[in-house]
């Protein structure tokens, strides 16, 4: 694998500046932001331990998703996605500021959450789209694939690293600082994007409305034979088996008898397991073969998060949290490099607004469910029956593996 890793184009898109100078601070505020999710979640636990609470607070967070991120998508596909991302960071800056001074005053309550929660939803989602379409054109063409791959070797790391600085700042300085970090985070990233130009624009003029792009990129999809398959598929794991990242909380306590430290033990393991698979991801350097890992990988994640829900050991969940990391990072990030090769550039924005959907929306609205159905059934059987579920869904793309093939590596754009 490193040999593998060393002779791919990883190192070579690094050496692209501004793409260094993105991949850097892009880095620097998902560690940000894990660390904040960390936060949030137990101190919503702290304050209600109500797995309702946990899922209600994941769906407010997610619903600017769904209601915002297409709209963005269309705009990040007709404006500067530079400017409109440092928009985003710097309105998420000032917010994480605010709810940093309420909980250091005393002054935070479950509402005040809520309302931090959807506010900093809004702010972040208007930058998604932008934020993953701005790596491939900070690279020629030809470094794509590599471009996103150490997006995704980043952002397993801080998976790994974010939520374990999490449970270091809530044991020995206090959860209000979980915020403070994600605020200089954010401030990192603000800072870094003024220093980048973009190495190739994909902006078009449009003189339809945006909700007309906005149907023009759905349109696109629907008739796309691979983009949609793989659009439903990798939604439909994070509505069905995401939910238990949004539960740990409940489960590091309920289940497993654990505090925070707890709670960073296994998002930390979930960290450790998409790096290596991010890792052997990238050391392939070549698109020819990744539809067969992102069916293998989204089969793995309903069988792994079956058997997780069905234990009560604390070490045999943190063996399936590394397992989790390992799959979801290869089947997601497999699921962008096939995206990214196929799509046209005009729309890809547009189509990766719909992808991000698997971000916050999709675990979000299953979180909401689940975390409900905990009050009657606790948590475990729920997480179990979404796993289930989410195995039929499966079974329907593996049907269709020829026409996906074909459709995405190939890089073919047609219907």
Not at 78 to 99: N, P
Not at 210 to 215: E, L
Request: hydrophobic share 55%; with cysteine.
């Amino acid at each position: 694998m490193a040999g593998g890793f060393r002779a791919s184009g990883v190192a070579r898109s690094l050496r692209h500046r501004d793409f260094a100078i993105f991949s850097a601070a892009a880095w620097v505020s998902n560690v940000g932001n894990w660390i904040m999710r960390i936060g949030i979640g137990w101190l919503t636990w702290e304050m209600t331990h109500s797995g309702a609470w946990l899922g209600g607070i994941a769906i407010i967070q997610a619903l600017p998703t769904v209601f915002l991120t297409p709209i963005a998508g269309a705009l990040a596909d007709r404006y500067d996605r530079i400017m409109i991302l440092r928009a985003s960071q710097l309105a998420a800056f000032i917010l994480a500021c605010g709810i940093t001074a309420v909980i250091l005053l005393g002054l935070v309550n479950i509402y005040v959450l809520a309302g931090y929660s959807l506010a900093h939803g809004i702010a972040a989602n208007m930058g998604i789209p932008a934020r993953i379409t701005i790596g491939p054109n900070l690279v020629p063409k030809e470094d794509i694939s590599a471009a996103i791959a150490v997006s995704s070797i980043l952002f397993g790391s801080a998976t790994f690293i974010g939520p374990a600085l999490a449970g270091i700042l809530i044991t020995w300085v206090g959860i209000g600082f979980t915020f403070a970090a994600n605020a200089a985070a954010f401030l990192t990233m603000v800072i870094c994007l003024g220093m980048i130009t973009l190495a190739r624009q994909e902006n078009r003029a449009s003189g339809s409305s945006i909700f007309s792009d906005i149907a023009e990129g759905v349109r696109y999809v629907g008739r796309h034979g691979g983009i949609l398959p793989v659009l439903v598929t990798i939604i439909a794991a994070s509505l069905l088996t995401r939910p238990l990242n949004e539960l740990l909380p409940g489960f590091a306590d309920a289940v497993f008898g654990r505090g925070p430290e707890g709670l960073a033990a296994l998002m930390s393991a979930f960290g450790v397991g998409g790096m290596i698979g991010s890792i052997w991801l990238a050391s392939r350097n070549r698109v020819q073969g990744t539809t067969n890992i992102l069916l293998v990988g989204t089969a793995a994640i309903g069988v792994i998060t079956a058997v997780f829900a069905s234990t009560d050991n604390y070490f045999l969940a943190l063996g399936c949290m590394v397992a989790l990391g390992l799959t979801g990072s290869a089947s997601s990030n497999g699921a962008q490099i096939l995206i990214h090769n196929s799509v046209e550039g005009s729309m890809r924005a547009r189509v990766m607004s719909l992808y991000s959907f698997n971000y916050r929306a999709a675990p979000a609205l299953g979180a909401v469910a689940m975390g409900g159905a905990s009050s009657v059934l606790g948590f475990q059987m729920p997480v179990a029956l979404g796993a289930l579920l989410f195995l039929g869904v499966w079974y329907w793309a593996f049907l269709h593996r020829r026409q996906l093939r074909a459709a995405l590596e190939t890089g073919n754009q047609g219907e």
